[in-house]
T-cell receptor, first 119, second 114 residues
Framework: GAVVSQHPSWVICKSGTSVKIECRSL??????MFWYRQFPKQSLMLMAT?????????EQGVEKDKFLINHASLTLSTLTVTSAHPEDSSFYIC???????????????FGPGTRLTVL | AQTVTQSQPEMSVQEAETVTLSCTYD???????LFWYKQPPSRQMILVIR????KQQNATENRFSVNFQKAAKSFSLKISDSQLGDAAMYFC???????????WGAGTKLIIKP
């Protein structure tokens, strides 16, 4: 199967600082990566879709200047929460889809998630 | 607009028994995929089963099977011989073939009683 890693798995930061979360596809190349936010006991909320080498597409209501997404290669996408505030505390999940050269894989593969706590 | 509805916020079942989780969706597309994902307490999303809309045969994966009713836009998940490890949040999801973006249901929390 396809493996996606996220780092860090959890992070605590002070209000006003920036936090970077990395999402890597370990054994495949992904043309598309997705970033989700999940509140407790709720479903996944899509924040943005990123395609390698191009700007991310943000969902309505998601501040692109606050949640910076970079998809520099087919195996790495990063989410940077800039000037984090307590309301940004949440569980962030990345996933990869569109496996390059593997048209038979029609699902997204998920990272284990990152728990962000902003004090 | 494409939507996915899970009308059961929580379900409980006795260990070793069978439980069915409901999912309905709304779309005008004809070529799409449907998925059931499991999210245990670890919060790692795990694919349980997938169904391609053009296939009439219901997908099965060991103890997990679906009842796919395309005309009714219904996609229920049946878990047979429930095990304690099946306890988790279950999410139904949909996507069109041409786009990897998933549309998610609200989820159903499954409780297994020993």
């Amino acid at each position: 199967g396809a493996v996606v890693s996220q780092h860090p798995s959890w992070v605590i930061c002070k209000s006003g600082t920036s936090v970077k979360i990395e999402c890597r596809s370990l054994d495949f190349q992904a043309t598309t990566m997705f970033w989700y936010r999940q509140f407790p006991k709720q479903s996944l909320m899509l924040m943005a879709t990123s395609n390698e080498g191009s700007k991310a597409t943000y969902e309505q209501g998601v501040e692109k200047d606050k949640f910076l997404i970079n998809h520099a290669s087919l195996t790495l996408s990063t989410l940077t929460v800039t000037s984090a505030h307590p309301e940004d505390s949440s569980f962030y999940i990345c996933s990869a889809g569109g496996l390059a050269g593997r048209s038979s894989y029609n699902e997204q593969f998920f990272g284990p998630g990152t728990r962000l706590t902003v004090l | 607009a494409q939507t996915v509805t899970q009308s059961q916020p929580e379900m409980s079942v006795q260990e070793a028994e069978t439980v069915t989780l409901s999912c309905t969706y709304d779309t005008s597309e004809s070529d799409y995929y449907l998925f059931w994902y499991k999210q245990p307490p670890s919060r790692q999303m795990i694919l349980v089963i997938r169904q391609e809309a053009y296939k009439q045969q219901n997908a099965t994966e060991n103890r997990f099977s679906v009842n796919f009713q395309k005309a009714a836009k219904s996609f229920s998940l049946k878990i047979s011989d429930s095990q304690l490890g099946d306890a988790a949040m279950y999410f139904c999801a949909y996507r069109v073939r041409s786009n990897y973006q998933l549309i998610w249901g609200a989820g159903t929390k499954l409780i297994i009683k020993p």
